[in-house]
């Protein structure tokens, strides 16, 4: 059973970054494609990350693009998102998720993704 722990929230400034991270166990990241979503109290998850199984592709929603970026760290079993440009709308709970396909038309999408992290929240000020 994959088991996915999330860190690195917290309460930054506008213009601030944080980096989140994603510790794999119960699996190998490498056997994973990963991906990254937040959700507003009441709202459905919103995409914003993906990384593919083998690492190669990666993909971020519009409203992030150019201001937040997913990497693997495979030695760690780790995933990041690395956030910079924060803005007040930001604000939400940062979950990751993870599957064992290599890549999916639907990898935007939270019903694709079986395992899913507690999630933390990342909070910024304006």
């Known amino acids: 059973q994959v088991h996915l722990v999330e860190s690195g929230g917290g309460l930054v400034q506008a213009g601030g970054s944080l980096r989140l991270s994603c510790v794999v166990s119960g699996g190998t990241l490498t056997s994973l494609a990963m991906a990254w979503f937040r959700q507003a109290p009441g709202q459905d998850e919103e995409f914003v990350a993906f990384s593919a199984k083998n690492g190669g592709r990666t993909y971020a929603a519009d409203s992030v693009k150019g201001r937040f970026t997913i990497s693997r760290d495979n030695a760690k079993n780790t995933v990041h998102l690395q956030m910079n440009g924060l803005r007040p709308e930001d604000t939400v709970v940062y979950f990751c998720?993870?599957?064992?396909?290599?890549?999916?038309?639907?990898?935007?999408?939270?019903?694709?993704?079986?395992?899913w992290g507690q999630g933390t929240q990342v909070s910024v000020s304006s």
């Open positions: 998720a993870a599957e064992t396909w290599v890549y999916r038309e639907g990898y935007a999408t939270a019903r694709e993704y079986r395992y």
